[in-house]
């Protein structure tokens, strides 16, 4: 390979037999992959070659290796304690398994969005040590624990809705700064309120970790933009703007472009006034600027949005957007030019003219070129560059379409949530049902379909199914193999499924814990990988339950519950008390340390049993379970229970009987061996418990994970907000924006 940094063109030799090849290419521009750095490029390469497999290396990965070359030589990658990064509903939407081919590399190789992901997935965080002054809390891991890092009030009745998620920016990949830098990392909630001069529509807190100084957190900047906000918003990619939807008076969707600066409070915000389209580059922060979605071109009847949150292209500088009556908008220029509203060449475009129901958010492919959007009529489609649409079959025969696709950008496949698919075939009911398409799939078609319990027929509506979240396995195994978590049974009780995926294709379903005792609403389920876990890498999945939350901390009421599904990994080395999920959605905890076999054992589904596993030994500690029991004085225990012992420890009956008389047994403290002796039961410790759960009321919006900070500065975090007022910790009653750590919910 040769490089010409004048020119910026890159000249690669390669040779295939006897034959030599040269390509000369034009470095891309590195604006359009801000988010790289030195680390990040090398060991992405590697990654991705990894994914490949061990071959001659083709087309599409020298183009890769030329685009992270590219970063290189403009000098973007050169500091990567400058590059910054959003995290909002739209990164968990669009995602990247790993690439296997020459083709695939090529698909993902100039899009933001992947190396965003893969930030987010690999890179280990500290917080700034000028900032670092305070020691995190402990970890709760006892029954009815019930804290979080902190809550605020976003005002009395403030809800933005059950799909809805707040948005994160941190200015620097390696680390996290405080309010005393001069970038802080901040975090953006929509109030679901209309905005008054007392009252925000929008605001941002900073200071948001436990070891930062000060008060934590503070609120950061405020806005009454004069309408409500009702969808998620997004940050662009140098984190100094913000784009949502709100809707004003008379049911007119508004697309709003807001530059932010410190300011404000959620009580007395600060209130803007909307300038020009063409202004807005120019103006001083804080300022916005608004464009009015319409059903065609200029003139034509404004259209209301309260279902569809903005997608954002970081690289063709466009926002999508849907709306009511099935309009999809396209907006150019929104971060970088002159924001405009197209109205040629097929824009805006009304998917379903004789259907005319709202849409959910759209999700745009950058490997295609298509926007993939639901709508509530219970339809799917996609939608080319020149506004060429295809519809699916019905596959919602329910509450509709709510939830944004998920798009996986490397294998070219989409998943659909629906919350009934219109049959009798789960017990003479419909059934929940997540649907898998091709983003090439043809008209009236209706893909793959897996089934998650019971729906309800009509007249009945059944809850909304909202999106599910793919395990870490799926993105890294190369081959889309891993698993999709979905809070399903929409016709009843919420209840977590598995999804299995093999080579892109899904298998039956394994169905999980029951969320509440109720049938009620659930949230978008979110998966967590966090690099920076104690003891290695741990995984987590998160889900809200609007009411009779079963978690230990919720009582009767909406509840945030998190699982371990850390997945098991090969020829891995383990140490005590690790925690995996088995293919049986049941908890194993490591009780000898020592290194995995190559391929998956055979788990015991005896609850106290032991698994070998090459040097590793496991012990069972039971299904995933929401809430866990505490000892009784003369109980009647049966083989196989699980409580939560004094120290917070599961303890698992492997003896059955009736437990002793007066207080508790002295808790054997080691896992698996010696039993603790209790009468005549027996008990074994089977480690710590493999969920937490928050009293959240109405249940939660939905979850942003926050990779950012490694105990002991604050450890790392999630960010959501209630659906109901409740006792904040910091300014009294109302809808909560809510951080709590991603281990324990505390």
Excluded at 651 to 661: E, N, P, Y
Aim: charged content about 10%.
């Amino acid at each position: 390979m040769r490089v010409d940094p004048a020119s910026r063109r890159v000249t690669l030799f390669s040779e295939t037999g006897r034959i030599q090849r040269r390509e000369t290419f034009a470095v891309p521009p590195a604006e359009r992959l801000d988010l790289a750095s030195r680390d990040r490029a090398s060991h992405g390469i590697k990654t991705i070659m990894r994914g490949i497999g061990a071959r001659p290396l083709g087309y599409g990965v020298g183009l890769l290796t030329l685009s992270v070359m590219g970063w290189i030589l403009a000098g973007q990658a050169a500091s990567p304690a400058r590059q910054g990064m959003p995290v909002d509903w739209s990164h968990r939407h669009a995602i990247f398994s790993q690439p296997s081919t020459d083709a695939q590399a090529a698909a993902v190789m100039h899009n933001p969005r992947y190396w965003q992901q893969w930030n987010r997935d690999h890179l280990v965080r500290t917080l700034n040590t000028s900032d670092a002054g305070l020691s995190s809390p402990g970890l709760l891991a006892t029954a009815g624990a019930s804290h979080r890092d902190w809550s605020v009030n976003l005002g009395s009745g403030a809800n933005a809705g059950a799909g809805v998620f707040p948005a994160k920016y941190f200015f620097q990949v390696t680390s996290a700064n405080c309010a005393s830098g001069g970038t802080p990392d901040y975090v953006v909630f929509s109030t679901g309120l209309q905005g008054t001069s007392a009252q925000a529509s929008i605001v941002a807190f900073d200071n948001l970790y436990a070891g930062c100084t000060g008060i934590v957190p503070t609120v950061y900047w405020a806005f009454n933009t004069g309408g409500q906000v009702l969808t998620s918003p997004t940050i662009s990619g140098d984190g100094k703007q913000v784009a949502f939807v709100q809707t004003n008076g008379g049911g007119i969707g508004t697309l709003v472009l807001l530059k932010w600066a410190a300011g404000g409070t959620v009580s007395s915000p600060v209130t803007l006034v909307a300038v020009s389209n063409p202004a807005y580059r120019a103006c001083t922060a804080p300022c916005m600027t608004t464009i009015i979605l319409r059903q065609g071109g200029t003139g034509a009847p404004a259209t209301d949005d309260t279902t569809s949150s903005v997608f954002p292209d970081y690289s063709h500088d466009t926002i999508w957007v849907g709306g009511a009556l099935g309009w999809l908008q396209k907006i150019t220029g929104v971060f970088q030019g002159t924001p405009t509203r197209v109205t040629t060449g097929g824009f805006p475009v009304q998917v379903f003219p004789t259907n005319a129901t709202s849409l959910s958010s759209p999700v745009y492919d950058f490997a295609s070129g298509n926007v993939f959007v639901g709508d509530y009529g219970g339809y799917f489609y996609r939608v080319n560059s020149t506004g060429v649409v295809t519809r699916s079959g019905q596959v919602d025969f329910g509450a509709g379409v709510v939830a944004g696709p998920i798009v996986d950008g490397t294998t070219n496949r989409v998943y659909v949530f629906a919350s009934s698919d219109g049959t009798a075939n789960c017990g003479g009911q419909p059934c929940t049902a997540v649907y898998q398409f091709g983003t090439n799939f043809a008209a009236g078609t209706t893909g793959n379909k897996v089934v998650l319990g019971t729906s309800v027929a009509f007249p009945s509506t059944p809850s909304p199914l909202f999106a599910g979240g793919f395990d870490s396995k799926y993105f890294a195994s190369g081959t889309a193999t891993g698993n999709l978590y979905v809070c399903g049974n929409t016709g009843g009780a919420p209840r977590l499924y598995q999804i299995p995926i093999n080579a892109g294709a899904m298998a039956a379903p394994v169905a999980g814990p029951t969320l509440t005792s109720a049938t009620t609403g659930c949230s978008p389920v979110t998966d967590i990988s966090n690099p920076n876990a104690a003891g290695g890498t741990t995984e987590w999945i998160f889900a809200g339950v609007k009411a009779s939350g079963s978690g230990n901390s919720c009582g009767s009421g909406g509840c945030a519950m998190n699982f371990v599904n850390t997945p098991w990994i090969a020829s891995h080395t383990y140490a005590v008390g690790q925690q995996v999920l088995d293919t049986h959605f049941q908890v194993q905890t490591c009780r000898v340390a020592g290194l995995s076999r190559a391929t998956t054992p055979n788990w015991s589904t005896t609850v106290g049993a032991s698994t070998n596993d090459n040097v590793a030994r496991w012990v069972n500690q039971g299904p995933q379970l929401a809430a866990h029991g505490v000892w009784q004085a003369s109980h009647v225990y049966a083989l196989g229970t699980a409580i939560i012992d004094s120290n917070g420890n599961i303890q698992v009956v492997t003896t059955a009987g009736t437990s002793k008389a007066g207080a508790h047994p002295v808790w054997q403290m080691t896992i698996y061996t010696p039993t603790t002796a209790d009468n005549n039961v027996r008990w074994r410790n089977a480690g710590k418990p493999a969920t937490a759960s928050l009293a959240a009321a109405g249940g939660t919006g939905g979850i942003i994970i926050d990779n950012i900070v490694g105990t002991p500065a604050g450890a790392s975090q999630i960010y959501f907000s209630t659906q109901s007022n409740q006792l904040c910790g910091s300014g009294g009653t109302g809808g909560c924006a809510v951080q709590a750590s991603q281990s324990a919910l505390q």
